[in-house]
């Protein structure tokens, strides 16, 4: 008798047969939701159509594993998924279909890759037979994000699907961060998979090696420089976050005694307390930072890229100081300012590999300078917006009543405009990654949904969106996310019945000729309450305090509206076209 594995044999007896079955076989969307089960995502921010419902069909049968937020609009799914991935350091997630729902991403996927967010956007597609016909809501979006993607891939086999979400995944997180799109075309979704559903998480392309480690020879040159300045000035910037690198900045502005600022996004990284803590940078950054970046012999710029709004002129900006840059993107090394000493790699590890190799300092006499532009700009700025003698209430007033209540804790979600500014210099940042905005884009309507996002990623922390109202009315419709998912995001709109700071520069460089900047307001807290949320609008300064109490006391979500100055303008300034040297007080 022949023997085979299906077959044993007892006593000389042969037993039937026993059939195995095959693995069976799933289909694409069914791959799409495992694969990213398996990436470890828990919630998916999106909005279905047709070319997406089989996804949302699959979704149906994974509800236990993952969290899908039905957003009011695409863009919102986008900023939301921003929020999430800015908080948690975890790539977002974020689902839609074809056509206009996909081109509805682009303003966040754009917003994403100058602001370096991991960010997954995958969205339907008509099926691959209907590719190139102006097919109903056909829209190459392959072509539209190519400039504003680390990668983007369109699916036309669902065997492809798990390699693909794979390098997704990894190509969003690793090296500098950014968002990858995935097109999946609808037969993709429909069509079973060939073979046995298997994903394996991707380490490494052979294509993309992004560089951690900086080389020896690089870090040995910085610290050479950094050794040998009198005037040393640090910069660190978003990078600093992105690498989990605070405790690694401390630790060297420690030992060298170095004084540091803050770009926009690099803002938390460091408390607002620490003596070496000199204030923010920029257009409406500090005014002894910007005085001063023209007169230290050394900037030490780590996870920033001398972005405009940063360094004024560039013709005027630094030139008599050296450049250590540290930045994990080469491609930023060179592009604006020429570093003498070029370290490429990731904040964390660079700082890990400078510090036994830098000396101990001090700079108190230098780090004094600051102090004196300090005083300056309390007297003529700060303390007039703090303790105005206006009726009206002052921006400043409410961010630094909120810091106060806050303890500078609570994760803040600013908008784009004059109370992005205001949040940036008056609240007292003493948590790290406690500020989210939008920078490089400089993208009206994020706060909203990325407040949301943040909440959801971060549902222990207080969550903060201070917001104009111009901003408010962009992505006003995400009220309902908010609402229906019953978290509590608290909301303070910031109202001047004008668009600021399109105002603001009318004002002063366009002869007060104010061409439609002023808006015609709707009944915010009438428009929250049709959503369910409740709110109150506060226009006394004496009410301000307990205003503020009630909204933070609220276990659901709230929002505040606060009516202020409408005129006000954000100083100190540095005018387009400026040296930061020529910073303006007034």
């Known amino acids: 008798m022949e023997f085979n594995e299906n077959q044993t044999q007892t006593a000389g007896i042969a037993e039937q047969p026993v059939s195995v079955a095959a693995p069976e076989l799933i289909n694409g969307s069914h791959a799409l939701i495992q694969s990213l089960i398996a990436e470890g995502v828990k919630t998916i921010f999106g909005y279905p159509g047709g070319a997406i419902m089989p996804v949302y069909d699959a979704i149906y049968d994974y509800q236990e594993q993952i969290n899908h937020i039905l957003v009011r609009h695409e863009q919102g799914a986008a900023h939301a998924a921003e929020g999430f991935a800015r908080i948690t350091g975890e790539v977002g997630v974020c689902l839609a279909t074809s056509g206009p729902g996909a081109t509805n991403l682009v303003t966040g996927i754009a917003d994403a890759i100058i602001d370096s967010t991991p960010m997954v956007c995958i969205v339907g597609q008509v099926g691959s037979h209907l590719l190139g ?61 060939s073979k046995p559903f298997v994903h394996k998480k991707c380490e490494k392309l052979l294509s993309y090696r992004p560089r951690l480690s900086p080389k020896e020879d690089q870090v040995e040159a910085a610290a050479k420089l950094i050794n040998e300045s009198k005037r040393p000035f640090l910069f660190f910037g978003h990078g600093v976050q992105i690498a989990g690198a605070e405790q690694e900045l401390l630790k060297f502005i420690e030992k060298t005694d170095v004084p540091a600022a803050s770009t926009l996004l690099g803002l938390s990284s460091v408390s607002v307390d620490h003596p070496n803590y000199v204030g923010w940078l920029g257009m ?56 003498d000493a070029p370290v490429v790699g990731d904040a964390k590890r660079a700082l890990e590999m400078l510090l036994p190799l830098v000396k101990e300092n001090n700079h108190e006499a230098w780090r004094a300078e600051f102090k004196k532009f300090d005083a300056i700009e309390d007297e003529k700025i700060t303390q007039p917006e703090l303790a105005p003698t206006t009726e009206k209430i002052k921006m400043a007033e409410v961010i630094r009543t909120l810091s106060d209540k806050t303890k500078g804790e609570a994760v803040i979600v600013a908008d784009v405009g004059q109370h992005q500014m205001m949040t940036a210099r008056y609240y007292q940042f003493k948590k790290p990654n406690s500020f989210i905005t939008s920078g490089g884009l400089g993208t009206m309507g994020y706060a909203l949904p990325a407040a949301f996002g943040a909440k959801v990623g971060a ?44 105002r603001q520069w009318q004002q002063l460089f366009h002869a007060k000729r104010y061409s439609f900047v002023e808006l015609q307001n709707p009944d915010f807290i009438t428009i929250a309450k049709g959503f369910g949320i409740n709110g109150h609008t506060c226009g006394a300064r004496e009410d301000l305090n307990d205003s503020l109490d009630k909204m933070l006391a609220s276990d659901k979500p709230y929002l505040l509206e606060v009516l202020v100055e409408k005129e006000e303008n954000v100083f100190p300034m540095v005018p387009t076209g400026a040296c930061v040297a020529d910073i303006r007080l007034e």
């Open 133 to 193: 016909t102006d097919a109903f809501q056909e829209t190459d979006i392959m072509g539209v994000t190519i400039p504003i993607t680390k990668w983007n891939y369109q699916v036309t086999n669902p065997d492809e699907i798990p390699e693909i979400i794979a390098k997704a995944f990894y190509i969003a997180k690793s090296g500098r961060p950014g968002p990858v799109l995935i097109d999946i075309t609808k037969d993709a979704q429909q069509k079973l998979m």
């Open 284 to 339: 409406h950054g500090n005014y002894g930072t910007n005085v001063l970046t023209n007169q230290c012999d050394l900037i030490i710029a780590i996870g920033m890229r001398f972005d405009d709004r940063v360094t004024g002129d560039l013709s005027r900006y630094a030139m008599q100081a050296k450049i250590v840059h540290i930045e994990i993107d080469p491609s930023e090394i060179d592009k604006i300012k020429k570093a």
């Open 459 to 502: 549902s222990d922390r207080e969550v903060v969106a201070i917001i104009g109202d111009g901003c408010f009315q962009m992505t006003i419709q995400e009220l309902g996310t908010i609402a229906q998912s019953g978290l509590p995001v608290k909301i303070i709109i910031l109202n001047n019945n004008f668009l600021g700071m399109v």
